[in-house]
């Protein structure tokens, strides 16, 4: 398999796929195309991009794009992964919240774009203060009825599509006790940001910067 990524430094939705590619087993390589260049949608293309996004998953003949697309995509070819938990209710929560996020928090990733390297504090607007209590609640509601750690029990597709979440909550000095959480959401995000696929993907966009 190959997948197609933007820079890892700010590819939110790259991450998620290649998150999960990780977690799935399968044997890949991994193509960078330069984001916020005059180039980007041609390169895009030229490497196999139906729509000059990214990412996009090479299979063989088959070519995926659309984070979510992929994430099913490795769940189905490779179901001896657990990319999602056997027990359907937890399975179809884990597909809502999963949902919910590549649909919604528009605010959110709007205000606050991913940047792995930025460390700071920024007066966000009641729209994301809105966003920001809504995945709270989210996180707290499926991590208690599951009891966690990750959001529907053991690591699944539903987080690496969070992870993101996290490390913009960690960027812009967003304190989730300010956000109706009771530690719970908190500590998820902590664990989210100490996986060993995060830190790989996190290490190799630092690097990439000083270059």
């Known amino acids: 398999m190959e997948i ?8 939110s939705w790259s991450m998620r796929a290649w998150l999960v590619l990780k977690r799935s087993g399968a044997p890949f390589t991994e193509t960078l195309i330069r984001l916020r ?3 980007t949608g041609a390169d895009a293309r030229a490497a196999g991009s139906p729509n000059a996004m990214l990412p996009v998953l090479k299979d063989g003949d088959v070519v995926v794009w659309d984070s979510l ?10 179901p001896a992964a657990g990319l999602w938990p056997a027990d359907p209710t937890a399975r179809a929560l884990g597909r809502a919240a999963a949902a919910e996020m590549h649909s919604g928090f528009a605010s ?23 966003n920001i ?16 750690p990750f959001l529907v029990g053991g690591w699944s597709i539903a987080d690496a599509f969070f992870t993101p ?3 913009r909550f960690r ?9 109706g959480d009771a530690g719970a959401a908190g500590g998820y995000a902590e664990r989210l940001l100490a996986e060993p696929d995060f830190l790989d993907w996190e290490k190799a966009a630092l690097a990439d910067v000083r270059r």
């Open 133 to 148: 209590r809504r995945i709270v609640e989210l996180w707290s509601g499926l991590l208690t009825r599951f009891g966690g």
């Open 4 to 11: 197609l990524i933007g820079d890892k430094l700010w590819s």
């Open 108 to 130: 959110l990733r709007g205000e606050c774009p991913m940047d792995l390297s930025l460390r700071s504090e920024f007066e966000l607007s009641e729209a994301t203060h809105e």
């Open 69 to 78: 697309a992929i994430a099913e995509y490795l769940a189905e070819k490779r």
């Open 37 to 39: 260049t005059e180039r």
């Open 171 to 179: 960027s812009y000095g967003v304190r989730l006790s300010d956000f």
């Open 165 to 167: 979440v996290a490390t």
